[in-house]
């Protein structure tokens, strides 16, 4: 016979409780012992009768410490942001090494985005009945693993596949700690607590990134990708201490996961980052090349505009995520709204080195929609959470590859460097169309309601 348990209310609707026990629940500020006694105390008053294999995240995580869970979870986000952005970077130098030119340097960085868009799903199925804190360990292994054996890659072919390799585990990771970082608070602070891991790949544009190509220019690139894998341990190891194990819900299998994509608005929510957030990385793929030939700025300030492009999305992460927690699709659709209005100034902006910049931070800003629709993909996902969650970096990475081919487009065809803000705005309004029929949607089923 299964040994039983008593099983109180999700940590969400502890939200009425009393201000002390909401402090602790979303910060982690009050005693854990006494938390976790007055959690057992409401459990054994009004709970149902649940098998031990039934016991949902929320109870699991009552004497866990969420401030210090979601800082292990953003360590992840930032060996993730690290290695992303800071390969771009270093891209002359391993080519230089590996005897690759410009167009086979890139597919190196294509590599990684394929695993990230094919990995983030087949993970997020196969992996639908392992308890969360054991999957995420195996991620940041992983990622560990791939990383590494980037730093050791004796040839292009190599590269390529290590690179592929080290991108599965990335919105399997990221859609993975999402759901965990949401189960430690009430529901109206489930987006904050989202946006603190994502911190962790925003924070790595202005810290991460200067660091990995500094160390790729004094002590080679190679050491660059070690140090990822470094962070990768250390991620897994805290994960592994703090996090609570986060057992499958009843009835969780690869089958009920892939129910997601059955739901219109689970696609819809996915379209709306997929076309509305390749505005973003249509002006940021071109960024470098626009200040050199159009600003005539130095290159000592491109790390400059880079730095404002980062502190922009760290920024957006926080206020969209305070936004969204109090009015989830009003805040996407303004926040689309405010990165089609930044990506219009962009062409003007460019005629000057200070006014590029501020623009730049303006455009980074948006980068908040990405916390906002993981929540939402929560929500519209039901009972297929995972998968929901991690096609969302599936989806931006797909607007990655969107935006920079359809600005490059428009430089072949003559409309210059500039012409690429005017793409974004394009993407911007084309997601937003998007956020309209979904938001339409919602109106029509609840007057129907």
């Known amino acids: 016979m299964a040994r039983v348990r008593t099983v109180g209310p999700s940590l969400s609707t502890l939200a009425g409780e009393t ?10 500020s009050c005693n854990p012992a006494h938390a976790a006694l007055h959690y057992a105390d409401r ?8 098998a ?54 890139g597919h ?3 590599a990684y985005a394929l695993g990230v868009v094919l990995g983030a799903p087949v993970i997020a199925v196969l992996a639908a009945r392992v308890p969360r804190r054991t999957l995420l360990v195996a991620l940041m292994g992983w990622f560990a693993l791939g990383n590494a054996l980037s730093a050791l890659a004796p040839s292009y072919g190599a590269m390529l596949a290590f690179r592929f390799l080290a991108g599965l585990p990335h919105g ?47 002590a080679g690139w190679r050491w660059s990708f070690g140090l990822v894998a470094v962070l990768a341990l250390a991620c897994a190891a805290l994960v592994r201490a703090y996090a609570p194990l986060g057992r499958p819900a009843t009835g969780a299998s690869p089958l009920r996961e892939l129910g997601a994509l059955r739901r219109g608005q689970v696609w819809m929510t996915l379209g709306i980052g997929a076309i509305g957030f390749g505005g973003l990385f249509s002006v940021y793929a071109y960024l470098a090349s ?13 790390p400059l505009a880079l730095a404002a492009f980062g502190l922009g999305l760290t920024l957006g992460n926080l206020v969209c995520a305070w936004a969204a927690d ?42 908040g929609l990405a916390t906002i629709l993981q929540t ?19 989806a931006f990475n797909f607007a990655n590859a969107l935006g920079p081919w359809l600005g490059g487009l428009a430089i072949a065809a003559g409309f210059g460097l500039p012409a690429t803000g005017w793409v974004g705005v394009a993407l911007a309004l084309g997601g937003l169309a998007v956020w309209g029929a979904s938001a339409g949607l919602d109106r029509a089923r609840t007057g129907a309601a």
């Open 326 to 367: 109090r009015m989830q699709v009003p805040a996407a659709g303004l926040t689309l709204v405010w990165t089609a209005v930044a990506l219009a100034l962009y062409p003007a902006a460019t005629a000057h080195l200070w006014s590029l910049v501020a623009v730049v931070f303006l455009i980074g800003c948006g980068g």
């Open 290 to 302: 626009t200040m050199l030939s159009v600003t005539h700025a130095s290159p000592a300030a491109i």
């Open 172 to 218: 399997a990771y990221f859609g993975v700690a999402a759901l965990v970082a949401a189960s430690l608070v009430p529901r109206e602070r489930r987006t904050q607590a989202v946006s603190r891991v994502i911190a962790g790949l925003t924070v790595a544009t202005v810290v991460g990134v200067p660091l990995a190509n500094a160390i790729g220019q004094l």
């Open 43 to 50: 459990m054994t008053h009004s709970a149902p009768i649940l």
């Open 376 to 394: 939402r993909l929560m929500d519209v996902a039901e009972d297929a959470q995972t998968l929901a969650a991690a096609l969302n970096h599936s």
């Open 108 to 110: 190196v960085i294509s």
């Open 52 to 105: 031990e294999g039934d016991l949902p995240a929320a109870a699991s995580v009552a004497s866990h410490h969420p401030g210090l869970v979601l800082f292990a979870l953003a360590v992840g986000g930032f060996a993730i942001g690290t290695t992303e952005f800071a390969a771009m970077s270093l891209l002359p130098n391993f080519s230089a090494e590996l005897a690759l030119d410009a167009p086979a340097g």
């Open 19 to 28: 201000a002390p026990s909401r402090a602790w629940l979303a910060l982690g």
